[in-house]
C-alpha cells in the first residue's frame, strides 16, 4: 500500500510539472506575439502554484509573469520582477535578470512620468498621489517620490494620506537635501547644472565649461515637519500638532526655519501672543532679516499696538529700502491714528475752533502717511496704492497732483 501511495504521488508530481512546463511555453509564445490577453490565460492558474513551482521554472516563470502584466497592471508586474531578482540572486544567475531590468526601468518611468502629468498639467492630486506613491514603491531608493505623495494627498485633502506618508518619510530620514554640479557655458556665459560631478567635471576639462561650483539645497525637514503641523490642526489635534514641532525644536532650537513654522501654527491657531513671542526670538537668530520685523509690526498692528508697529516696519525699511508692503503697513498704521480724531470732531462738530484745531491734526496725519504711500505706489502700483493716495491728494487740496492720478485711476477701473 505503502509503494502504492509513493508511485501515484511521484505520479501527480510529474503532471504538475509538466503543466507548468507547456503554459509556460503557452505564454512565451503569446508575449513574443504581443498576445498579452493569451498570455495572461497561461500565467494565471500557475499563480496557484507559486509556492510549489518547481525551480528550474521559477525564474523563467516570474520572468513571463512580469512581462504578461506589464503597463495593464504595473504592481503586479513589478512584483513579478522583483521575485525574479531575488530567486535568481539566490541560485546566482542572472539570466532573465538581465532582460527583467530594463522592462521594470521602464515601467518605473512610465507610472513617474503619469503621475507627474496628474500633478502639474491635470491637477488631478488624488492620481498624482497613487502613482507616486507607486513610483516610490517600484524603486524604493527614489525617495523623492514619497515626498510628491505626500504633497500631492495634502493638495487632495486627504490628510490621512499625507500624514502616513510625511510619517514614512520621517522614519526613513528623508531629508530631500540634493547637490547641483554646476559650471558656466562658455558659449552662452550661463550657468549650466551639469547632472553629476563626473560630467561637469569632465566637461571643464574639454574646456566648454569654467567656474565649476557645488549648490546643496536645503533639507526639507522643517517643511514636513509644518506639513504634518499643519495636518493635525485640520484634523483638530492642536495640542499634537504643537508637540511635533516643539520635539523638532528640540534638537534643531536655531534652526530659524523650524521656529518659523511653529509661529505660523500659532497664526492658524489664532494665538497671536505666541506668535509675537517667537517672533522676538526669531529677530536673536537673524538680527538683519526684514522679513522678521515686518511680522512683528503686522502682530503689533493688529493687537492696536500702533507706536510699536510703526518702530517694526520703518525697521524692515531700513534693512530693506525697496519693501513695497513694509511702506504701505506702515501708511496703514500711521492713519490709524484717525479713527480717534474723526471721534472727536464728531463731538465738536459745533465747537468750531476746536474742530478745526482736530481738522488739522487730522492733515498732519496725511502729510506724515503720504510719501510711505506714494514710495509703496512707486514700487508696486495697484489700484488700493493709487486710491488711497488720491484721497490724501484730494483731502489735501493738491488739486494737480489729485487730478492727474485720477486719470491714472480711471485708466486701471477701465472707465
Known amino acids: 500500500m505503502k509503494k502504492q501511495i509513493l508511485a501515484l504521488s511521484l505520479g501527480l508530481m510529474s503532471i504538475g510539472m509538466f503543466a507548468q512546463k507547456n503554459e509556460l511555453k503557452a505564454a512565451e509564445k503569446a508575449i513574443k506575439k504581443n498576445d498579452f490577453k493569451t498570455a495572461k490565460a497561461a500565467i494565471l492558474p500557475l499563480e496557484s502554484m507559486e509556492g510549489s513551482m518547481d525551480a528550474k521554472y521559477e525564474a523563467k516563470y516570474y520572468y513571463l509573469k512580469g512581462a504578461t502584466y506589464g503597463k495593464t497592471n504595473v504592481e503586479k508586474a513589478a512584483e513579478a520582477?522583483?521575485?525574479?531578482?531575488?530567486?535568481?540572486?539566490?541560485?546566482?544567475?542572472?539570466?532573465?535578470?538581465?532582460?527583467?531590468?530594463?522592462?521594470?526601468?521602464?515601467?518605473?518611468?512610465?507610472?513617474?512620468?503619469?503621475?507627474?502629468?496628474?500633478?502639474?498639467?491635470?491637477?488631478?492630486?488624488?492620481?498624482?498621489?497613487?502613482?507616486?506613491?507607486?513610483?516610490?514603491?517600484?524603486?524604493?531608493?527614489?525617495?523623492?517620490?514619497?515626498?510628491?505623495?505626500?504633497?500631492?494627498?495634502?493638495?487632495?485633502?486627504?490628510?490621512?494620506?499625507?500624514?502616513?506618508?510625511?510619517?514614512?518619510?520621517?522614519?526613513?530620514?528623508?531629508?530631500?537635501?540634493?547637490?547641483?554640479?554646476?559650471?558656466?557655458?562658455?558659449?552662452?556665459?550661463?550657468?549650466?547644472?551639469?547632472?553629476?560631478?563626473?560630467?561637469?567635471?569632465?566637461?571643464?576639462?574639454?574646456?566648454?565649461?569654467?567656474?565649476?561650483?557645488?549648490?546643496?539645497?536645503?533639507?526639507?525637514?522643517?517643511?514636513?515637519?509644518?506639513?504634518?503641523?499643519?495636518?493635525?490642526?485640520?484634523?483638530?489635534?492642536?495640542?499634537?500638532?504643537?508637540?511635533?514641532?516643539?520635539?523638532?525644536?528640540?534638537?534643531?532650537?536655531?534652526?530659524?526655519?523650524?521656529?518659523?513654522?511653529?509661529?505660523?501654527?500659532?497664526?492658524?491657531?489664532?494665538?497671536?501672543?505666541?506668535?509675537?513671542?517667537?517672533?522676538?526670538?526669531?529677530i536673536e537668530l537673524d538680527p538683519t532679516n526684514p522679513s522678521l520685523f515686518f511680522n512683528l509690526g503686522v502682530v503689533n498692528q493688529n493687537e492696536k499696538k500702533t507706536e510699536e508697529a510703526i518702530k517694526y516696519y520703518k525697521k524692515a525699511i531700513e534693512l530693506k529700502p525697496d519693501y513695497g508692503d513694509a511702506y504701505m503697513n506702515l501708511a496703514v498704521a500711521i492713519l490709524a491714528g484717525e479713527e480717534a480724531i474723526v471721534e472727536e470732531m464728531n463731538k465738536n462738530l459745533s465747537n468750531f475752533k476746536k474742530y478745526d484745531e482736530l481738522e488739522g491734526k487730522q492733515k498732519e496725519l496725511y502729510r506724515e502717511a503720504l510719501p510711505y504711500l506714494e514710495k509703496a505706489d512707486e514700487l508696486g502700483r495697484t489700484e488700493d496704492t493709487v486710491k488711497s493716495i488720491l484721497n490724501i491728494y484730494d483731502l489735501l487740496e493738491m488739486t494737480e497732483k489729485a487730478d492727474a492720478l485720477r486719470v491714472v485711476y480711471k485708466e486701471m477701473r477701465g472707465q
Open 81 to 282: 520582477y522583483n521575485k525574479l531578482f531575488e530567486v535568481e540572486k539566490a541560485s546566482g544567475s542572472s539570466k532573465y535578470t538581465k532582460i527583467a531590468t530594463p522592462k521594470l526601468n521602464e515601467l518605473i518611468l512610465f507610472v513617474s512620468e503619469k503621475a507627474i502629468k496628474a500633478y502639474s498639467t491635470d491637477k488631478d492630486y488624488k492620481s498624482a498621489t497613487k502613482d507616486f506613491y507607486l513610483t516610490y514603491k517600484l524603486s524604493p531608493n527614489d525617495t523623492t517620490f514619497l515626498y510628491n505623495a505626500a504633497v500631492s494627498a495634502s493638495l487632495e485633502k486627504d490628510y490621512d494620506t499625507s500624514l502616513k506618508y510625511y510619517n514614512e518619510l520621517q522614519k526613513i530620514g528623508y531629508t530631500g537635501i540634493t547637490t547641483q554640479y554646476l559650471a558656466v557655458n562658455k558659449a552662452s556665459g550661463a550657468t549650466e547644472n551639469l547632472g553629476t560631478k563626473e560630467n561637469r567635471n569632465t566637461m571643464v576639462k574639454f574646456g566648454t565649461y569654467t567656474n565649476p561650483t557645488d549648490k546643496v539645497s536645503e533639507s526639507k525637514q522643517p517643511e514636513i515637519i509644518k506639513n504634518i503641523g499643519y495636518i493635525l490642526i485640520n484634523q483638530g489635534k492642536n495640542d499634537e500638532a504643537i508637540v511635533v514641532i516643539q520635539e523638532a525644536r528640540k534638537s534643531n532650537p536655531k534652526d530659524l526655519n523650524l521656529l518659523l513654522n511653529e509661529a505660523q501654527l500659532y497664526i492658524k491657531l489664532k494665538q497671536m501672543d505666541k506668535f509675537g513671542e517667537l517672533m522676538q526670538e526669531a
